[in-house]
């Protein structure tokens, strides 16, 4: 389904593959490969596919109607500050970048590690924070 978001936003924006690519800086024939579904762009590749077509990842990708429809569940974290959190109830209303790496957090055996290391990071942000 992302080949074919891919080429139909490329076509209706009147863009050509070597268009696309000179953005993205890579050969046009990597892009094709995107476009023909032989690989996958990274992230930033994507994030930035998708600014150039003014549309979401998830829309990009044929996912918007699921992610709309998510809702995070009310499960208590260890060591996480509710009272803080963002009023973000869906998927939808998240950002790119924060769809993507649910995604992936998704796709990874050892999540255990993940949140161990991004719980680090925001102990370390909450303790800059109350200096």
């Known amino acids: 389904m992302f080949s074919e978001n891919l080429k139909t936003l490329r076509k209706s924006c009147g863009f050509k593959q070597e268009d696309v690519a000179k953005v993205l800086g890579i050969d046009r024939s990597a892009y094709s490969y995107y476009e023909g579904g032989k690989t996958q762009p990274s992230l930033t590749n994507l994030i930035k ?10 829309e990009l990708i044929g996912n918007n109607k699921a992610s709309q429809q998510l809702e995070f569940g009310s499960e208590q974290v260890s060591g996480y500050r509710h009272d803080a959190q963002p009023g973000v109830r869906t998927l939808g209303e998240c950002s ?6 649910v995604a992936w957090f998704r796709q990874i055996e050892n999540k255990e590690k993940i949140l161990e290391l991004l719980k680090e990071e925001y102990d370390r942000q909450q303790n800059k924070e109350e200096e």
Do not use: P, S
């Open 49 to 58: 596919i998708a600014h150039m077509f003014k549309v979401d990842v998830d």
């Open 96 to 101: 790119a970048e924060e769809r993507v790496l």
